[in-house]
């Protein structure tokens, strides 16, 4: 049986790539994941969506001069890996670093408040901020209040003077309008995740000894498993768990450029370390 980068050497020239050995791939890629990062099931098969339309590129580009291809592989999978983690991680500071737990309580914490002291004395917290600040950091903490135990969030509208029985009110019309994308979040990442490994495990049985009728009946069951996962994936992204811009737009009575515009001055103020400057 010849070994991967004899099948590679074969292949490169070939368009388009034959499926078995882009499998062999994939599945290569997935025993790297799991053994040598600490990439949860989520971000596993979002990395081998995103690396699976690169791969004949990869194969393609690959000349042998003594170096087996799995080595080749690995480097590409380090590097692709750096490319994913990062573009994941400019989309959340872009578009959803509101929405991050982390991010809020750095915000009430350079402004020097302890949210997470369960004894400090709610009456004593507020700051007299400006109602521009307050407006901001309420919206900041409607995007996403479900994150927060009650103590934390009752230190938080003590501090940016909210009574606390009006942000509740807030949170409950919020949760009503997000409760039903939050149910479709979850299904869609169950189905996402039974397809990856159904994907896997095609993937494995190829290897094994089976007839001519068996392995192309695995191939068309890859090739519809790797759509629905593509699909599902990008259907994924497309759902927003966390309260959207317009709707607290709506439930605050202020226009759409408000939210969006305290969120990014924010945004920016904490990235510069120029947040107690707020005016």
């Known amino acids: 049986m010849k070994n991967l980068t004899e099948k590679v050497e074969v292949e490169k020239n070939n368009d388009p790539i034959a499926i078995p050995v882009i499998n062999e791939i994939c599945l290569h890629v997935f025993n790297y994941l799991k053994g040598k990062t600490r990439l949860n099931e989520d971000q596993q098969s979002d990395f081998i969506v995103f690396f699976h339309g690169r791969i004949p590129s990869i194969i393609r580009n690959f000349t042998y001069i003594g170096i087996p291809f799995e080595y080749y592989l690995n480097v590409h999978i380090k590097y692709q890996l750096l490319t994913f983690l990062n573009r994941a991680r400019r989309s959340r500071t872009k578009n959803r670093i509101t929405a991050n737990a982390d991010f809020i309580r750095e915000i009430f914490d350079m402004y020097g408040t302890d949210i997470q002291n369960k004894e ?136 759409k450029g408000t939210v969006d515009s305290s969120l990014y001055y924010l945004r920016n103020a904490w990235a510069k370390g120029k947040l107690k400057k707020a005016a």
Do not use: W
């Open 120 to 255: 400090s004395d709610e009456e004593k917290l507020s700051q007299g901020f400006s109602d521009i600040v307050s407006n901001r950091l309420l919206i900041a903490l409607l995007t996403c209040y479900d994150m927060f135990p009650e103590h934390m969030q009752r230190m938080m509208t003590s501090v940016i003077g909210v009574p606390y029985p009006t942000f509740i009110s807030y949170t409950k019309i919020l949760s009503q309008k997000t409760s039903e994308r939050k149910l479709r979040f979850h299904f869609l990442n169950e189905r996402r995740n039974l397809a990856y490994y159904r994907l896997l495990q095609y993937q494995q049985q190829l290897n094994e000894s089976l007839t001519a009728d068996e392995k192309h009946e695995l191939k068309i069951r890859i090739q519809k498993c790797t759509i629905t996962l593509r699909r599902l994936v990008k259907e994924l992204k497309s759902v927003m768990i966390h309260p959207t811009h317009k709707e607290i737009s709506e439930l605050l009575e202020v226009p």
